[in-house]
């Protein structure tokens, strides 16, 4: 449910409970606002009701966390030891809210613990406020009437104004400083996060992508002498044709894996037919001359195509598309050999890989070129699949004017948003709309049935598309800008949108509802219509007091229920996913959170609370439930039911809290307002606005004093702790050389084994980690011993495990002497360090590590708690083949899909598959998927078993 629907349906219902111009002459009714929360309580009670019912029938949409194998062993959530409907609430409580960040990522953690923040934040505001302004505002003497009657509105001696103004100094105070301290916190929390060896291991982490490259720096050697401890350059080549062919070749491949399920499933439906036995079992050779197809189906059967559609020649697909790829697939070799050697011309663009985290930090961090916007450090960190590779090749000068024309459609659309919404308003209000403007009276000529799905239907789904059309066109702008990452799409998106929220949804809407109770009088009257307003504007609260309710009950149970996910894996999946590759590439993907659509709606729920904090207090115990309600629903989808599929580096968290501060100044602007309108009338006015207009002025110092002072140390990683954390490294590095002559090849970075294909000698040993890292030793702490060898899901994983290997872990529990706990040790606690005196034996009370985050949230700190985790573990060794191809242009390092058929018991698919063998360069196979009793496809084999599992896992891990 998003704002323009829930607003439509709550101005609606309260106008159905009060008469008209209600806003003039009373207060608005306490009955209109029970009228709207207690059909949503019963909406949310349903949902709520069906999910629990639910949830253990369809753990795939609930709980896929606590089992899929997409997902390592440390990165599930563990399930519930007691059954029934209600036995996973005890677990779901039991779990801290950092399980998160040191089982699945930064981004999401920091996504739950933002809405823990700003429930706080209203919560605090309750307790500064109500006991202050409650009485000042009951006892006003504005004769207001019910809800009103808390609100500023209410007050008619200035002299209390004293109040507000001294109020809005402590809880807007504290607000700044809650943003400071939650901002000293992230800062601390990322160094700790990307410094740990699970991620400061990955060739990611230690890649740089600069874009603008001059043409002579687009040369290995030159490249090399200007940056100090290079390992790897990817020189970004221009694959416009190559993208062509690529996609023709994995089109043609596609058709054909269809086409040849097609092919077997009506050879296996005639056999059911003819209730023949199987001819399999009387000694099938696949390798006979003949077609086994032609046994069962006719020639005519087969599956065909035409050229060109409608008129074009028609051909048999499973032999033409066979003969274009043995033509395609050896074009588009050469050309990928041509792009590997250099040959083709490059976009301006390089990866570089360094040796550590620390060269790639100090290499992001210079200025690379004496020219303006040449060479400049785009991404790092950034994932293959997460770079958006057409951008890589714009010049400066294109990104910044397509930035100009982004920023200034989108500015554009957000000011003008009302328009379209207005138009739809007017829709459902055609009736009254006729009584105005005569030339539509035809309308009413229309059936009534047709004229109740115009006026009813019709506008709430073009709201829906409105509302669901905002956040998509601003991340077309952004990619259309210039953004060279997702990432970077989702940060912008999270600027625009956020601008969008507070003016579209906030202040639209709070003076439009103002001004509209009293649009008569200033009709009438217009030299009163600062007063007018000064008076009604606080009565818009209201409004927002039922929308926090509306909003978080309804869309937390809408949020939990996930009814979309339902309907598309259980009707659309079982429609739609006839080919076992549909089936996998359904199962295998865990929904994901959009960070620029998500953050820029409850930050802007805050900065309302916020906003009317002071004029009408009421507000921020309504918000503190609704987001209450929101903390707990999104924590469980966290917890359970999605994934991290953009790794912004915890940076949408960072620019949420500063747009908090948006909240703060209009809070402010708010009070000065009103403090003005009323001083014109009563000087005593006059003190309570000057002490605003200072704490306004002081909120902006400070605001800029915070953000020069911080803001660099959100973006990069200072140059001290990549030295210690590099010192650190290297001393561990030769405690484990004095032990094993192998450790060389472990080290980040270096020649090693993540990728192996099947059959390839593992060269890695084992027992090079079994006690010799202190990092790992921490794990006992954390970790009890599986039975049987095996891993905990959500517990440390053995670190030495190849890509492509086994993994259930049992070779390196046998290896580690039979325990799940890594080194084969114990599960006691590790011996105290320096690093976790602070963070037990010092920890401090509540308020102690409220008030003082540099010191009891401090790096080290939070170093020593994460690293006593998976964390401490180095990614698995990469192989020569990975790391060559890691961020090469996936048209240039991509192989042909492996087609995947279904296995019948005639032996079609095997014929099949070792005829589509024989072009070169194409694999196939019929593993993992057959036909059941009834002749549909049934997809029975496992996920990491599948063909296409490899460059998942690859694309995890990189």
């Given amino acids: 449910m998003d704002y323009f629907e829930a607003s439509r349906t709550l101005w609606a219902r309260q106008a159905e409970s009060t008469e008209a111009g209600s806003h003039r002459n009373k207060s608005s009714s306490v009955s209109a606002m029970v009228s709207t929360l207690v059909p949503t309580f019963i909406l949310a009670l349903a949902l ?6 639910l949830r253990s029938k369809q753990a795939r949409i609930y709980a896929p966390r606590t089992y899929h194998d997409v997902l390592r062993d440390e990165e599930k959530t563990p399930k519930s030891q007691k059954g029934g409907m209600f036995g996973w609430i005890n677990e779901f409580r039991r779990l801290p809210d950092d399980y998160i960040m040191k089982h699945q990522s930064l981004d999401a953690y920091l996504f739950v613990r933002f809405f823990k923040m700003i429930t706080v934040m209203c919560f605090v505001g309750c307790c500064i406020t109500w006991p202050v302004l409650f009485p000042v505002n009951a006892t006003g003497g504005g004769g207001e009437e019910q809800l009103d009657l808390l609100s500023f509105s209410n007050v008619d001696d200035p002299a209390r104004y004293w109040a507000h103004a001294a109020v809005a100094w402590v809880y807007l105070g504290f607000i700044m400083f809650m943003i400071t301290r939650e901002t000293i916190f992230y800062i601390n929390l990322r160094q700790a996060y990307y410094l740990a ?78 209730k023949a036995p199987p001819t399999r079992s009387q000694g099938f ?9 032609a046994e069962w189906i006719s020639w005519k059967d087969r599956p065909t195509h035409r050229l060109k559609f409608l008129i074009g020649k028609k051909v048999d697909t499973v032999n033409w598309s066979r003969g274009h790829l043995a033509e395609l697939i050896p074009r588009v070799e050469k050309m990928q050999w041509s792009h590997r050697d250099g040959r083709e011309p490059n976009t301006g663009a390089a990866f570089i890989e360094f040796e550590s985290l620390r060269a790639a930090q100090a290499a992001a961090q210079v200025t690379a070129h004496e020219k303006p916007n040449t060479m400049v450090a785009r991404a790092t960190g950034a994932r293959p699949d997460e770079i958006i590779w057409k951008n890589l090749g714009m010049s400066a000068w294109q990104r910044a004017v397509r930035g100009v024309v982004a920023n200034a459609f989108v500015w554009a659309m957000i000011i003008f948003w009302s328009i379209p919404v207005a138009v739809v308003g007017a829709i459902s209000n055609i009736n009254n709309l006729t009584d105005k403007v005569p030339w539509l009276e035809w309308i009413l000529d229309i059936p009534d049935v047709i004229l109740g799905v115009i006026t009813g239907l019709l506008p709430t789904v073009l709201l829906a598309i409105l509302v669901i059309l905002v956040p998509i066109i601003c991340r077309l702008c952004a990619k259309m800008s210039g953004s060279v990452t997702l990432a970077d799409v989702e940060l912008r998106t999270q600027t625009w949108y956020f601008a969008f929220q507070v003016i579209q949804v906030f202040l639209v809407t709070t003076f439009t509802s ?25 009565k818009a609260s209201n409004f927002y007091i039922a929308y926090f309710i509306l909003y978080g009950v309804a869309l937390s149970a809408k949020t939990i229920f996930n009814g979309a996910a339902l309907v598309i894996f259980n009707v659309l999946g079982r429609l739609l996913d006839k080919s076992p590759r549909k089936m996998y590439n359904r199962y295998i993907k ?87 309108i009323a001083s014109g009338s009563d000087p005593m006015s006059s003190g309570p606005l000057i002490l605003t207009i200072i704490l306004f002025v002081i909120s902006i110092l400070y605001h800029i004093k915070m953000r020069r002072s911080l803001h660099p140390l959100t973006q990069t990683l200072p140059s001290s702790l990549l030295a210690e954390n590099e010192a650190q490294t290297e001393r561990e590095r030769a405690l484990e050389e004095g032990e094993s002559s192998d450790a060389d090849s472990y080290a980040p970075g270096r020649d090693s084994t993540v990728g192996l294909k099947p059959g390839e000698e593992r060269t890695v040993h084992l027992h090079k980690h079994n006690g010799h890292n202190k990092l790992a030793r921490k794990d006992h702490a954390h970790t009890a011993a599986a039975p049987e060898g095996r891993q905990q899901p959500g517990a440390p994983p053995p670190p030495a495990k190849d890509l492509g290997r086994d993994h259930d872990g049992a070779e390196t529990a046998a290896a580690a002497g039979g325990s799940g706990v890594p080194n084969g040790g114990s599960s006691k606690a590790p011996p105290a360090t320096s690093d976790n005196q602070m963070d ?46 890691a961020f090469l242009h996936p048209a240039v390092s991509s192989p042909p899909p492996v087609i995947w058929l279904v296995r019948d018991e005639m032996g079609v698919s095997a014929q099949e598959c070792r005829h589509n063998e024989e072009v070169r360069g194409l694999r196939c196979t019929d593993e993992g998927a057959v036909f059941d009793e009834k002749g549909k496809v049934r997809w029975v084999g496992g996920v990491r078993e599948a063909p296409m599992w490899r460059r998942e896992e690859l694309r995890r891990m990189i």
């Avoid at 001004?515 to 307003?533: C, E, F, N, R, Y």
């Avoid at 003082?852 to 998976?870: D, E, G, Q, V």
Wanted: with cysteine; charged share 20%.
């Fill in 48 to 53: 709520l009701t069906l999910f629990i019912l």
């Fill in 197 to 274: 060896p699970r991620v400061s291991s990955r060739i990611s982490s230690r890649t740089v992508l600069f874009t603008s490259v001059p043409e002579e720096y687009l040369n290995e050697a030159q490249l090399r002498r200007t940056f100090d401890r290079v390992r790897h350059i990817w020189l970004s080549t221009d694959c416009e044709e190559l993208e062509d062919l690529v996609q023709e070749r994995d089109d043609t491949v596609m058709k054909l894996e269809k086409a040849e399920i097609k092919l077997i499933k009506s050879a296996n439906d005639a056999r059911l037919k003819s």
């Fill in 285 to 293: 050779d696949p390798h006979k001359s003949g077609s086994a197809a």
């Fill in 514 to 538: 103002g001004a509209a109770a009293v649009v008569t009088q200033i009709i009438d009257d217009p030299t009163a219509a600062p007063t007018l307003l000064a008076k009604n504007l606080p």
């Fill in 590 to 676: 865990i929904a994901g959170l959009g960070w620029g659509s998500l953050y820029p709606k409850f930050a802007n729920l805050a900065v309302i609370a916020v906003a009317y904090s002071c004029i009408a207090p009421l507000v921020l115990g309504f918000a503190t439930i609704g987001l209450g309600f929101l903390y707990v629903a999104f924590r469980y989808n966290v917890f359970y039911a999605v994934d991290t599929t953009i790794d912004t580096h915890g940076q949408a968290y960072g620019r949420a809290l500063q747009q908090l501060t948006v909240g703060v100044y209009l809070s402010e602007i708010c009070l000065i307002g009103l403090f003005a």
């Fill in 840 to 885: 037990t034996g010092k920890r401090g009370g509540i308020l102690q590590r409220f008030l003082n985050p540099a010191k009891y949230a401090s790096y080290h700190t939070l170093r020593s708690s994460l690293w006593a985790t998976a964390l401490a573990h180095p990614v698995p060794p990469y192989s020569a083949d990975v790391r060559r191809d």
